[in-house]
């Protein structure tokens, strides 16, 4: 079956502007995690999703940081006003029972 | 400070020989353990896993060992393949946080020929 699917999968932006990140879950999973990686380092958690809700969101950086899943499926990770620092892998996992959790490829954010 | 912790940030063994990957960690609330691959440019691939109620879960060459009395889990494979070198983590979740995984920095295994 598919697995979980991430576009694009690379995004430059300069300092400031706004970006969309999405992820396509793997069909029939209800939960969605979001994660950081920046260069050299392990992921970090950014949210949580059950279906439609964000049950959690105690990662996300700043409130530049916004993610949504409106319908319980396909999820968008948005980042306003980006700095160098947002800079990372931003990687989207999905779960049928939350323990073992299937990635996706990620997209890697570059900030000029 | 490192919750999970990978002490070794890279091994390197010759193909047909055992690797041993080795993941610590603090929090005692940890109920779940995970090692995932890594290729580059890729997302991490999910190998196995094993309940801190148990101490050994096998998966054909994957065989994970949780020693809970010392906050300790180590992944063995075995034989080693060239196509087996990549970047391991070990990863840690907890029933009461979400199941949020908690990730070691990762150690970069060589299986050379």
């Known amino acids: 079956g598919a697995g979980v699917s991430q576009s694009p999968r690379y995004k430059v932006a300069k300092r400031g502007q706004d970006v969309a990140l999405r992820c396509d879950p793997i069909?029939?999973?209800?939960?969605l995690f979001w994660y950081q990686q920046a260069l050299g380092q392990g992921p970090e958690f950014l949210t949580y999703?059950?279906?439609?809700?964000?049950?959690?969101k105690s990662g996300l950086p700043s409130d530049r940081f916004f993610a949504e899943r409106p319908e319980g499926s396909v999820s968008t990770l948005k980042i306003q006003r980006t700095q160098q620092e947002d800079s990372a892998v931003y990687l989207c996992?999905?779960?049928?029972?939350?323990?073992?959790?299937?990635f996706g490829p990620g997209t890697r954010l570059t900030v000029l | 400070d490192q919750q999970v912790k990978q002490n070794s940030p890279s091994l390197s063994v010759q193909e047909g020989r055992i690797s041993i990957l080795n993941c610590d960690y603090t929090?005692?609330?940890?109920?779940?353990f995970l090692w995932y691959k890594k290729y580059p440019a890729e997302g991490p691939t999910f190998l196995i896993s094993?309940?801190?109620i148990k101490d050994k879960n096998e998966d054909g060459r994957f065989t994970v060992f949780l020693n809970k009395s010392a906050k300790h889990l180590s992944l063995h494979i075995v034989p080693s393949q060239p196509g087996d070198s990549a970047v391991y983590f070990c990863?840690?979740?907890?029933?009461?946080?979400?199941?949020?995984?908690?990730w070691g920095l990762g150690t970069s295994l060589a299986v050379n020929p």
């Open positions: 996992a999905s779960s049928y029972d939350r323990i073992e959790q299937f």
């Open positions: 069909s029939g999973h209800v939960s």
């Open positions: 999703f059950q279906n439609e809700a964000q049950l959690d």
């Open positions: 929090n005692s609330m940890f109920d779940y």
């Open positions: 094993i309940s801190s």
């Open positions: 990863a840690a979740s907890a029933a009461g946080n979400n199941r949020k995984l908690i």
